[in-house]
């Protein structure tokens, strides 16, 4: 301690800082480079520990948020003695950041109630704005999307990360695919003659979405969810099963095959099925309707 005295006294007489708060900023930049290494040591074994990817994520995430604060509690418990001098033109810095920095203020709280009350969570896909992606960040003032493509392009991912404010989750309706349960409705829309044997083709559609190996289970697992989701919301389905609703569009008939699928599945699963419509209608099992 005499030698760390002389280095302050040194320091003091060479800038003309008063030793104690040279000997407060030394003590607070040890605290900070301590948890510091604290925090690497703590990650390096999480890396040894059998985690998949998302724990990992998730230990780094938590254990960088423990750390932070215990580093704030130990410089606020250094400094709290000299704090009360400095109150007044806290007040006046404080404001002045308030003013400068509301929108990352208003962010950092906006992350505090993503979190809270769990708009989304990290892999939920979701639509907020015009923008629509998977959660692969979630930040304490923005999160990060794994942007997918629309319902045109199959909702596939674009390969871009988009990085968004959190705050745009008061100024936009946000989406969640998966927050109640992990499926959503699809729809194929099948056009077919106007003379063309509906019964028939109804059918033989039937057997085509029944035969799929992905569709075909997730019924069941539906049911359940909804039972588990309706705790919480006043959710409920007459049928999960698919179905096929006929309606007459001018000078042909056009069939919409429904059913439940996992959003991060639908393109393949519609990939899947429309092969299998189009090798029916090969073999002359069905009729599709042509546009003259």
Same mark, same amino acid.
């Given at each position: 301690? *005499?030698? &760390? !005295?002389?280095?302050?006294?040194? $320091?003091?007489?060479a800038? #003309?800082i ?6 407060l @900023? ?6 900070i480079l301590?948890?510091k290494l ?11 520990k059998?985690?998949n990817?998302k724990?990992?994520y998730m ?8 750390i932070?604060?215990i580093?704030?509690?130990l ?5 709290? *003695?000299? &704090? !009360?001098?400095?109150?007044t033109? $806290?007040?006046?810095?404080? #404001? ?5 920095l509301?929108d @990352? ?7 505090i109630y ?5 708009i989304f ?5 979701i ?19 794994l ?5 045109v392009n ?13 705050s745009?989750v008061?100024t936009?309706?946000v989406?969640n ?12 829309k099948?056009?077919?003659?106007l ?9 033989e ?7 799929n190996?992905i569709?075909r289970?997730i ?6 969810e909804v039972?588990?989701?309706s ?5 409920y ?13 001018d ?10 699928v ?19 209608y090969?073999?002359?099992?069905i009729?599709?309707y042509?546009?003259?």
């Amino acid at each position: 301690m *005499d030698f &760390l !005295k002389k280095i302050c006294d040194s $320091i003091e007489a060479a800038t #003309t800082i008063n030793s104690n708060y040279v000997y407060l @900023i030394i003590i607070s930049i040890v605290i900070i480079l301590v948890m510091k290494l604290i925090k690497n040591i703590t990650l390096k074994l999480s890396f040894k520990k059998e985690l998949n990817s998302k724990e990992k994520y998730m230990y780094k995430k938590n254990g960088s948020a423990i750390i932070t604060v215990i580093t704030f509690v130990l410089l606020f418990i250094v400094w709290t *003695d000299y &704090l !009360k001098s400095f109150i007044t033109v $806290i007040t006046f810095i404080s #404001t002045a950041i308030t003013l400068s920095l509301k929108d @990352i203020i208003f962010n950092f709280f906006s992350g505090i109630y993503i979190r809270t009350s769990k708009i989304f969570s990290l892999e939920d896909r979701i639509e907020v704005g015009d923008l629509r992606g998977d959660v692969v960040n979630i930040n304490k003032t923005s999160f990060d999307l794994l942007e997918i493509g629309d319902r045109v392009n199959g909702e596939q991912s674009t390969g871009r990360i988009v990085h968004v404010p959190n705050s745009i989750v008061f100024t936009h309706p946000v989406k969640n695919y998966v927050k109640a349960f992990k499926y959503i409705w699809d729809e194929i829309k099948i056009s077919i003659p106007l003379d063309a044997d509906v019964y028939k083709t109804k059918k033989e559609l039937y057997k085509i979405i029944k035969k799929n190996s992905i569709v075909r289970n997730i019924p069941n697992k539906m049911e359940s969810e909804v039972k588990d989701a309706s705790a919480d919301y006043r959710i409920y389905f007459n049928n999960l099963e698919p179905i096929i609703y006929v309606e007459v569009v001018d000078s042909h008939i056009e069939l919409y095959l429904r059913f439940l699928v996992h959003p991060k599945k639908k393109r393949n699963v519609e990939n899947s099925i429309w092969l299998d419509i189009i090798k029916a209608y090969k073999e002359g099992i069905i009729e599709l309707y042509k546009k003259e």
